[in-house]
C-alpha cells in the first residue's frame, strides 16, 4: 500500500508540473509570448552581455524581458521561417550578416529616428533598419614564444600560404569567423575567397569558440589565432590565465584582416510590443547601454551616444578598418562556399 | 466496449481495438522523425542530396564516426564483461562495492565528463580523446545487462563442460561467452547509438561526427537542407545498426527448462591475480568516476560562493525538475497501451508496433529536435515554441526505456488475477485498476525514473526546442562551459550528477531484477 501512495503521489506531482510548464490549463500560447507589456529579444550577442543590458533596461523601465539565446545566423534564419507569426520583438546579434539577411527578408521596421541619431553613420546600414550596438575588431592573437614580431603575416591573405599551414587556429563554425569571410568576399570577391578558403582547410585548426582556440594558442598547441580583439582583453581582466603567453597583432593598412565587425539591433515589424521594442534598442545604443560596453567586462567597441570605448582598448579610429557597408554582408553565400569548402 | 460478449473468456478490460487505435497512432507519431528525413531528402532533389552528401567533408565524418565505433565498443566489451566477469565469478575482495562502482560512471553525463577531463588535460583533442571519453562514459551500458546474465546462469551447464574436460578458459570461451550473447550485442547496440547521437562530450574536445556537424550547420543556418542531409546519413548508420546487431543476436535460446532449484553460480579463486585485478578495477574507478568528480569539486572550490547565482539557478533547476517529471509521467502514459497490447494481445500487429519503436529508440536527439522543429513551424505554429513540444520530443526520445520495464511489470500481473476480481463482481474497469495497474505500478515506476533521468541529461533536443527563456541544468551548462567558464558550470554539473545518481542505483538494482525472471 506505502508502493501504491509514493507513485501516486508522484503521479499528482508530475502533473502539476506538467500542467506548470504548458501554461496552466493546457493553453497553447507559447511561453515567453508578451505579458503585460513584455518584449521576446531574440540574442545571439555574448549572454553575459545581453543579460547586463536586459537587467539594467527592465530596472529603469519595467519592462520584462525575455531572452532567447543562439547565433547569428542561426537566429536569423530562425526568425525568417517564423515569418510574421515570430515571438521576437528584439533581434540583437554579435555581426552584420545576420542581419543584413533579416533586412532582406523584408522583416525589420523602421528604428526609431531618436536611435538613429545616437548613432554616427558608420556604424549603421544607410537604410535604417537597423542598427550598431557594439562593433568588435578582427586580430591575429600568436603565441609570443613561437613567433617574433617580423614573422607575422602582413595580410590576412597569407594565412592561406603553404608557410602557415598547421600553425594557425580559428572557429569557423562561429558567425564572428563567417563575418571576417563575408567582409573577404564583400572587399575581394568570390574566386579568391573560394581560394582562400581551400588553402585555410588545409592549414587550419578548427576550434569550437574563439576563446577556446585563444586558450589554444597560450597553451602552445598552436601558433596563432585568427579571432576578435575583445577576447584577450576580458581574460586580461579575469585571471589571464588564458593569455599570458599571447600578444596581438592588428593587420591595419584596410586589409581584410582589419575588418571591425558591426554588431546588430532591429526590431521586428511582426512585434506586438513595437513600443517597448523600440525604446529597448534606444536604451542600449544610449548613454547607459554603451556605458555597459565602456565600463562592463565585455570589452567590445562602444558605437553611440558619444560614450568612449574602454580606455585599454586601441581607439577604433586607429585601426585603420576597411570601408564596408554592414548591409552588404552576405552570410548565406559564406555559409555555402565554406560547406564547399569542407569547413562546415 | 461491447456488451454483448460478456460471456467470453479472457475479455479485455478495456476495447482492444480502442487500445490498438491509440497504439498505432502512438506509432505513427514515433515515426516522425524518420518520416522527416525520408521527406526532406525525396523533396531535397537527387542533385542537391548528391552534392550536399558525397563530399569530402561528409567522408571525413564518415571516417571519424565509423573509427569511433570500431574502437569504442570493443573496449566497452573488454572492460564490461571483464567487470562483469571479476565481480559476478571470482572472490574478487570487495566485490559487492566494485559491483556498483562499475556501474557508477552512469551517473556522470558523458558531456559532464568530457568538460572534467578537457578543462583537467586542455590538449585532449580528436579520436583519441573522443574514444577515451566515450569508453569511459558508456561501458557500463555493456557491464550492467552482462553481470545481470552472469549472475543468473545455470551453473550445471559450466560444471558438465568441466568434468568433460575444460578447463576454465575453454569454459569461459565454450559456454559463459554464447550464453552473454544477448547481453554483449545489446550493450555494444547501445554504445553504438550512444556515440552517434552524442554531441556536447564530442563537441568539448573538437571530435567531429555526424551529429556536431549537423550541430554546427544548424547553428549556421537554421534547419537549412546541408544539415538535414547529414541528418539522413545519420539516421541511416542507426539503421544499419539496428539490422546489425538483429543478425548478431542469433536466435539461439539460453532459457531453463525443467524442474528443480538452480544452483549459485560458481565462483573461481583469483589467487594470484588478485592483486592486478584489483587495480585495473581501480584504475577504471579512477578514470571514469574519480577524476570526473575530482575535476568538477575542484572548479567548485575555485568559483566559491559566488558561482551559485540562485536568480540562474533556481529556475534552471525547477525548470529540468518540471519537465523530467511531466515527460515522464507522459511517457508512461503513451507507453501503455503498447506495452498491454504486447503482453496481453500478442499478434502479428503488436510485433509491427514495437518494430516502429525499435526503429524510434535509434533516433539521436539531434534528428528528433530538427524534425520537431520544422514540422511544429510549418504544420502546427499554434504550439511551436511551446513546452508541448518539447515534451513530445521527450516522450519520443525515451518511449523504448518505459515500454521495456513496463511490459515486465505487466508481464507479471497474470491475467488470472484480472479474471478472479471480475468473478468476485468487480466490473472489468475495476478489475483493470485495482489489479492490473497496481500490480505494474512498481515496473512504471521504474520506467518513469529511468525517463526522467534521461530528460535531466538531454541536450540537443533541448537546445532545438526549449520555449523562449527556459533554461535547463543541462542547457545552462552547456551555455558556461561553451564560453570555458568553467566555474560557472560546475554547480550545474554537480546538480546533474547528484540528481543521476539515485537513479543509475535504482537502474542497476532492476537489472538484477530482470534478469531473475
Known amino acids: ?344 | 466496449m461491447d456488451k454483448a460478449d460478456r460471456g467470453k473468456r479472457h475479455r479485455p478490460p478495456m476495447g482492444v481495438s480502442a487500445l490498438s487505435l491509440l497504439a498505432v497512432l502512438i506509432a505513427l507519431f514515433s515515426l516522425i522523425p524518420l518520416g522527416f528525413v525520408i521527406y526532406m531528402t525525396l523533396t531535397a532533389g537527387w542533385d542537391t542530396v548528391l552534392e550536399l552528401v558525397v563530399r569530402p567533408r561528409v567522408g571525413e565524418l564518415l571516417a571519424n564516426t565509423i573509427l569511433l565505433i570500431l574502437v569504442t565498443v570493443p573496449l566497452c566489451l573488454l572492460l564490461g564483461v571483464g567487470g562483469a566477469w571479476l565481480v559476478e565469478r571470482t572472490n574478487l575482495r570487495g566485490r559487492r562495492w566494485w559491483a556498483l562502482a562499475l556501474a557508477a560512471p552512469l551517473a556522470i553525463p558523458a558531456f559532464v565528463n568530457s568538460y572534467a577531463w578537457s578543462s583537467t588535460v586542455p590538449s585532449l583533442a580528436g579520436l583519441g580523446a573522443g574514444t577515451l571519453i566515450a569508453t569511459l562514459s558508456y561501458f557500463p551500458l555493456v557491464y550492467i545487462p552482462v553481470a545481470a546474465t552472469l549472475g543468473r546462469l545455470d551453473p550445471a551447464i559450466e560444471q558438465s563442460a568441466a568434468s568433460l574436460g575444460l578447463g576454465p578458459w575453454g569454459v569461459f570461451l565454450k559456454v559463459v561467452l554464447p550464453q552473454l550473447r544477448i547481453a554483449m550485442t545489446g550493450g555494444s547496440l547501445l554504445v553504438a547509438l550512444h556515440l552517434l547521437s552524442e554531441y556536447g562530450a564530442f563537441a568539448m574536445i573538437r571530435f567531429d561526427t555526424f551529429t556536431t556537424a549537423i550541430m554546427v550547420q544548424f547553428q549556421s543556418t537554421f534547419n537549412g537542407a546541408a544539415g538535414n542531409m547529414l541528418a539522413s546519413v545519420l539516421v541511416l548508420l542507426c539503421m544499419l545498426l539496428l539490422w546489425g546487431e538483429s543478425k548478431m543476436r542469433g536466435t539461439a535460446r539460453y532459457a531453463r527448462v525443467g524442474f528443480g532449484a538452480q544452483g549459485l553460480p560458481v565462483r573461481h579463486p583469483l589467487g594470484c591475480f588478485e592483486v592486478p585485478a584489483q587495480l585495473s578495477l581501480l584504475a577504471v574507478g579512477v578514470l571514469s568516476v574519480g577524476i570526473p568528480l575530482w575535476s568538477v569539486l575542484r572548479w567548485l572550490v575555485a568559483g566559491g560562493a559566488q558561482v551559485w547565482e540562485p536568480a540562474r539557478f533556481l529556475p534552471a533547476l525547477l525548470q529540468t525538475l518540471g519537465y523530467g517529471l511531466g515527460g515522464a509521467l507522459l511517457t508512461i502514459v503513451v507507453a501503455f497501451p503498447m506495452a498491454y497490447l504486447a503482453v496481453r494481445h500478442a499478434s502479428g500487429f503488436s510485433r509491427l508496433l514495437e518494430l516502429s519503436n525499435y526503429v524510434t529508440s535509434s533516433m539521436p536527439g539531434i534528428v528528433v529536435g530538427l524534425a520537431f522543429v520544422t514540422v511544429s513551424i510549418k504544420v502546427v505554429p499554434g504550439i511551436y515554441q511551446s513546452a508541448l513540444v518539447l515534451l513530445a520530443a521527450y516522450v519520443l526520445l525515451f518511449l523504448p526505456r518505459a515500454l521495456v520495464n513496463l511490459r515486465a511489470g505487466l508481464s507479471q500481473a497474470p491475467r488470472e488475477l484480472d479474471e478472479a476480481a471480475q468473478s468476485l463482481g468487480r466490473s472489468p474497469f475495476a478489475a483493470f485498476f485495482l489489479v492490473t495497474l497496481r500490480l505494474s505500478a512498481p515496473a512504471a515506476a521504474g520506467g518513469a525514473a529511468l525517463v526522467f533521468l534521461a530528460i535531466v541529461n538531454e541536450l540537443t533536443a533541448t537546445l532545438l526546442l526549449a520555449p523562449n527563456g527556459t533554461r535547463t541544468l543541462a542547457t545552462a551548462f552547456w551555455a558556461k562551459s561553451s564560453e570555458i567558464d568553467y566555474m560557472g558550470a560546475a554547480p550545474y554539473a554537480l546538480l546533474m550528477i547528484l540528481i543521476s545518481t539515485p537513479m543509475t542505483y535504482l537502474l542497476f538494482q532492476q537489472s538484477k531484477k530482470a534478469a531473475g525472471q
Open chain 1, 1 to 344: 500500500m506505502k508502493m501504491r501512495k509514493n507513485v501516486l503521489a508522484g503521479i499528482a506531482l508530475a502533473a502539476t508540473a506538467a500542467l506548470g510548464l504548458t501554461g496552466c490549463g493546457g493553453s497553447t500560447a507559447a511561453p515567453g509570448s508578451p505579458k503585460a507589456g513584455g518584449i521576446t529579444v531574440y540574442n545571439a550577442q555574448h549572454e553575459s552581455l545581453a543579460q547586463e543590458w536586459v537587467d539594467a533596461f527592465t530596472q529603469e523601465t519595467g519592462i520584462k524581458v525575455t531572452v532567447r539565446n543562439g547565433s547569428d545566423t542561426e537566429m536569423s534564419n530562425q526568425i525568417i521561417q517564423e515569418g510574421a507569426a515570430s515571438p521576437a520583438d528584439v533581434f540583437l546579434t554579435e555581426n552584420s550578416p545576420a542581419m543584413a539577411q533579416v533586412e532582406n527578408a523584408g522583416l525589420f521596421a523602421d528604428v526609431d529616428k531618436a536611435t538613429i541619431d545616437q548613432v554616427p553613420a558608420e556604424f549603421r546600414p544607410s537604410t535604417g533598419k537597423w542598427t550598431g550596438i557594439a562593433a568588435r575588431s578582427t586580430v591575429l592573437v600568436y603565441d609570443k614564444a613561437k613567433l617574433s614580431a617580423d614573422q607575422l603575416p602582413v595580410s590576412m591573405l597569407d594565412l592561406a600560404k603553404p608557410e602557415w599551414k598547421g600553425k594557425w587556429a580559428a572557429s569557423p563554425t562561429g558567425a564572428d569567423f563567417q563575418a571576417i569571410v563575408a567582409a573577404l568576399l564583400e572587399l575581394k570577391g568570390e574566386e579568391a575567397t573560394d581560394a582562400w578558403l581551400k588553402g585555410m582547410k588545409s592549414n587550419f585548426t578548427a576550434y569550437k569558440g574563439n576563446s577556446t582556440a585563444m586558450k589554444a594558442v597560450n597553451a602552445g598547441e598552436v601558433d596563432a589565432a585568427l579571432i576578435y580583439h575583445y577576447y584577450y582583453f576580458s581574460d586580461q581582466a579575469k585571471t589571464g590565465e588564458n593569455s599570458g603567453n599571447v600578444a596581438q597583432h592588428y593587420f591595419k593598412k584596410q586589409d581584410p584582416g582589419a575588418f571591425v565587425s558591426v554588431s546588430g539591433g532591429g526590431v521586428l515589424a511582426a512585434s506586438k510590443n513595437a513600443d517597448a521594442a523600440q525604446e529597448f534598442l534606444k536604451f542600449i545604443t544610449g548613454k547607459k547601454g554603451q556605458e555597459v560596453l565602456k565600463d562592463g567586462t565585455s570589452f567590445e567597441y562602444t558605437v553611440g551616444s558619444g560614450v568612449p570605448s574602454n580606455a585599454k582598448l586601441i581607439p577604433l579610429d586607429e585601426l585603420q578598418a576597411p570601408k564596408i557597408d554592414p548591409a552588404k554582408l552576405n552570410s548565406a553565400k559564406v555559409t555555402e562556399l565554406m560547406t564547399k569548402a569542407g569547413l562546415l
